[in-house]
């Protein structure tokens, strides 16, 4: 593509992690002129495995996402890197604009952009995360499972992902950091667990040898722990996109999010969402499903728009 050259296509997937490859692949396989267009920033880049994906369990998020771009090009799906700057619905379809210039039009949009995990202002958070500080018991429990497990307490959920954790480990400790005391409910449940409560706020992580041996805190105090769970302060959708062209959102527990059926329709004719740019709960298999049923969909519109369309050309009788 050179840039200021318009390319048309039947379908324009914004984003290529798994819901976009997802829907890609459907897509091209129902015949339909197919591109995706990559920034390249899957939320789930810094770990080295992922987990409980059935026959890809323990590969890599980027050889995963290679094999389906090698997957694709069978299809003849194009898939470009790069990043959409902007989207506006052009006639019955829509007109997108990318960084370098490079306009493309489309009859229908997929938008699988993700979201992005705002941690909490921690020293060493940052540094360790999807290593030893993580987030998801599911996707990581097994391999530490065992270990002195920390918990830096979310303000709204200060009790969850302790007791969620707690499966993994019977070492357990939650660190209230800025979160109030537990309700009478959580403590009974923290008790039943066996989870270690500590008040006071956290300072940072210890580190030695490339290895987390500790959570720090505010007054001196030193507790050992060789994995620590976290959650986001904030949620952010990748949803830029989405909101510029008017798509209805909902407020969630974590934040705004886009509205979707159950096939990934939005509010705006013609564009689906898939994967975590509509919730933060979407794992691989959830946005592989959820990319399926958007490209599933966009297959059987497109027919029928098709096809009223060569009925209407017909001379009636």
């Known amino acids: 593509m050179n840039a200021q050259t ?8 914004i984003g290529g992690g798994a819901a976009g490859l997802s829907a890609a692949l459907i897509m091209g396989r129902s015949r339909l002129r197919t591109l995706v267009v990559d920034a390249g920033e899957p939320r789930n880049a810094p ?9 890809r369990n323990g590969m890599s998020p980027a050889d ?15 898939v470009r890197d790069g990043r959409v700057t902007g989207a506006a619905r052009d006639g019955d379809g829509f007109l997108v604009s990318l960084a370098d210039g490079t306009r493309v039009r489309a009859r229908r949009l997929v938008v699988t952009t993700g979201l992005v995990d705002e941690l909490p202002e921690i020293d060493g958070v940052a540094e360790r995360w999807g290593r030893d500080v993580l987030h998801c018991p599911y996707c990581h429990g097994w391999e530490v499972r065992d270990l002195p497990f920390g918990v830096i307490a979310h303000p709204a959920m200060p009790a ?18 800025t979160a109030g005391e537990p309700s009478a409910r959580d403590a009974a449940l923290l008790d039943a667990a066996g989870v270690e409560v500590v008040a006071g706020e956290v300072a940072g992580l210890a580190v030695e040898d490339d290895r987390l041996t500790g959570v720090r805190l505010a007054d001196g105090r030193f507790v050992p722990r060789a994995v620590v769970f976290v959650g986001a302060r904030r949620l952010a959708a990748r949803d830029g996109v989405l909101r510029e062209l008017g798509a209805e959102l909902r407020e969630t527990p974590f934040g705004e999010f886009v509205a979707v059926d159950e096939t990934g329709r939005t509010s705006v004719p013609g564009v689906w969402a898939a994967g975590n740019v509509t919730g933060p709960q979407e794992q691989v298999v959830d946005a592989v499903s959820r990319g399926y049923r958007a490209g599933v969909a966009i297959s059987n519109e497109l027919l029928l728009v098709d096809l009223e369309e060569e009925a209407a050309r017909r001379p009636a009788g």
């Open 6 to 13: 318009d390319h048309t296509y039947d379908a324009l997937v």
């Open 47 to 55: 770990a080295a495995h992922m987990q409980g994906v059935l026959s």
């Open 64 to 78: 995963y996402l290679a094999t389906g771009r090698r997957e694709l090009a069978a299809y003849g799906v194009g």
């Open 160 to 177: 969850h992902q302790a007791l969620m954790v707690s499966r993994w480990s019977e070492d357990v400790t939650l660190f209230l950091h």
